[in-house]
């Protein structure tokens, strides 16, 4: 039985690539992921056996994976962010339990959009997606409004797409039950990769045609404000 790697490459350029997933790539025979994420580590890739797939390929992808490791190869799954953050690591693990199996965090997408939008993620927080492929809408409804009620500083994943334009806008009218006007909203698209885009509102002034499937929204909580074209979220030191 063979090793099997299951690494977040982070934001998707290798500038943000962890050391440690640089490594384990670097050692794989055999590289597993979806098409794009594939191309953006392609420096790295001289010489491996490569198996990608398109869009909505994951089982079979992770199925692939855990069968190359049984002729004695290393295997790397890789997806963007981090590996058990809406990544490949829960599937691998449902799938596998008896492989030599190794999770390698990566930066998540809401950690990448907080770094340049400068510190909104400093208190309490939590990612939600908006997609409804693995959730119904009406519980990821309620974890946006229960979110809001607590407080929480909430990234929004998948906050867009063609098939449901409509999803952001409702959460965002449920967390304005819970929230002042002027609470801080960060839009960033393609965070820390070509093309990246930072926009910054307020729930009030918000503009959701500059939202699209690659993009993050990270809405402050109760005492987050935007200063010199950054989003901050105070932790409680006595500064000002």
């Known amino acids: 039985m063979g090793k099997l790697y299951v690494i977040g490459i982070g934001p998707g350029g290798l500038d943000h690539l962890t050391i440690k997933a640089k490594k384990a790539i670097e050692e794989s025979d055999i590289i597993v992921g979806y098409t794009k994420y594939i191309t953006m580590v392609e420096p790295l890739l001289e010489g491996k056996e490569i198996f990608k797939t398109g869009m909505k390929g994951e089982e079979e992808r992770c199925r692939k994976a855990i069968e190359l490791t049984k002729d004695n190869k290393t295997v790397s799954v890789i997806s963007t962010g981090d590996a058990g953050i809406y990544g490949m690591a829960g599937l691998i693990l449902q799938l596998e339990n008896t492989a030599d199996v190794e999770i390698i965090p990566g930066v998540t997408a809401s950690s990448a959009a907080a770094s ?97 499937m690659f993009s993050i929204v990270i809405i402050g909580n109760s005492q987050s404000y935007a200063e010199n074209n950054r989003i901050i979220t105070p932790r409680g030191y006595k500064v000002r």
Request: glycine share 6%; aromatic share 6%.
């Open 116 to 212: 340049v939008l400068g510190a909104p993620l400093m208190h309490d927080n939590c990612n939600i997606s908006l997609s409804d492929l693995m959730t119904p809408y009406e519980l990821i409804k309620k974890r946006v409004e229960l979110a809001a009620e607590g407080d929480f500083v909430i990234s929004l994943y998948n906050p867009k797409s063609m098939g449901r334009p409509h999803y952001l806008r409702e959460c965002l009218e449920l967390v304005k039950k819970h929230r002042d006007g002027k609470t801080p909203i960060g839009v960033v698209k393609n965070a820390l990769r070509d093309g990246q885009e930072v926009r910054i509102f307020t729930l009030d002034n918000f503009d959701e045609n500059v939202v699209d």
